[in-house]
């Protein structure tokens, strides 16, 4: 963790700790004990961090070893008055009764984002929990990609061994890899149902390690022959790169490096009103800061995701016309002193290869 950052949150406010309490797997609990505890728990941070969980940590759970894990107790945040002198700072989030704990007992207490700001630099253990989690989300991807690339196309339908190629069979696919490479799987699979030949289907896997996630997105087409959706897919990659080519660290911010990619798209062919471009830092969950304005410094992790939606302004009117949805990509990347860096090698191109 960044302790400098609730000092100075700390000092600024004239408080004496910062206090939360959430539910199993609570990513501000996670972020300053170091570990995804499975229980209710309450966090103190006064230049050192205590947590009281909800019941004993079972031992495969380790907290870092400057965190003190106090006696449990079922109600965590009724401890917390107990913990702290008479101003504390807490997330605006914090549970509504666990503020009233500390109200109760006379302590006072002020709103902070410090929580936030700490967690948009990465520390050197965070940053390798990202990497393994994106490597694990490509191994996922891969097996994916493998079973649509083994199946064979046969009146409209995919299949395989004998069986439909279906949207369930390829999450599951790509969750069993994900897991064998050490990483909790979380995977969409869009659309629903029997995967069709030649049309797009976008594939999502995340890998948790450590709680750390990665999504990385891919769209595939199967038995593809090309048109709209390879073109589309391939705008999307420019729009992805054209984002991180953009970066400046500390300087530029989440807003203009999606910007970026959404004038790259529209150079390509594909107006801003047929695209969605989303960046945004990733780590204990899917969606946080760095966002919108806040600037991309060096150590800051993104997601950056373009996506293009079929309309006769880009050429797309007849796959329109069947709905086939979007297509795009995203990557992970790193922000580094000198730019950002894709993690990650996985090709986005919308044809399934059964080895890569």
Request: glycine residues 12%; hydrophobic residues 40%.
């Amino acid at each position: 963790m960044r302790p400098g950052v609730f000092d100075s949150a700390l000092a600024d406010a004239g408080a004496d700790a910062f206090v939360h309490a959430g539910p199993p797997g609570d990513p501000v609990v996670s972020y300053l004990t170091g570990a995804q505890l499975p229980c209710r728990a309450a966090v103190v941070y006064g230049g050192r961090v205590a947590v009281v969980p909800g019941r004993p940590l079972p031992e495969h759970v380790a907290v870092r070893e400057d965190v003190t894990v106090l006696d449990p107790h079922p109600v965590p945040a009724e401890r917390l008055p107990g913990l702290v002198a008479d101003e504390v700072v807490a997330p605006r989030a914090i549970p509504h009764d666990a503020a009233l704990y500390l109200e109760g007992d006379g302590v006072d207490i002020s709103s902070t984002a410090a929580h936030e700001r700490a967690r948009r630099r990465k520390t050197d253990g965070e940053l390798e929990a990202l990497r393994d989690a994106t490597e694990a989300a490509e191994v996922g991807l891969e097996a994916a990609a493998g079973l649509l690339a083994d199946s064979d196309a046969d009146a409209n339908r995919l299949g395989a061994d004998g069986e439909d190629v279906t949207a369930e069979r390829v999450r599951r696919a790509a969750n069993g890899a994900v897991a064998e490479a050490g990483a909790t799987p979380e995977t969409a699979v869009q659309p629903a149902g029997v995967v069709d030949p030649g049309e797009p289907l976008r594939v999502t896997v995340a890998g948790a390690v450590d709680g750390y996630r990665a999504p990385v997105f891919r769209t595939f087409v199967p038995d593809s022959d090309g048109g709209w959706d390879r073109r589309a897919t391939l705008g999307c990659e420019y729009g992805v790169e054209a984002a991180l080519e953009i970066v400046e660290p500390g300087e530029t911010t989440a807003e203009r490096a999606g910007e970026e990619a959404t004038a790259e798209l529209a150079s390509l062919g594909f107006p801003p009103e047929t695209t969605d471009v989303d960046v945004h830092g990733v780590g204990l969950q899917r969606r946080e800061a760095p966002t919108g304005e806040d600037a991309l410094v060096a150590g800051a992790v993104v997601s950056v995701t373009a996506t293009a939606r079929p309309d006769e302004a880009n050429g797309g009117g007849e796959e329109a016309a069947d709905d086939p949805g979007s297509v795009g990509v995203s990557d992970v990347a790193v922000v580094g002193e000198n730019g950002a860096e894709r993690v990650g090698s996985f090709p986005r191109s919308v044809v399934p290869k059964a080895d890569y």
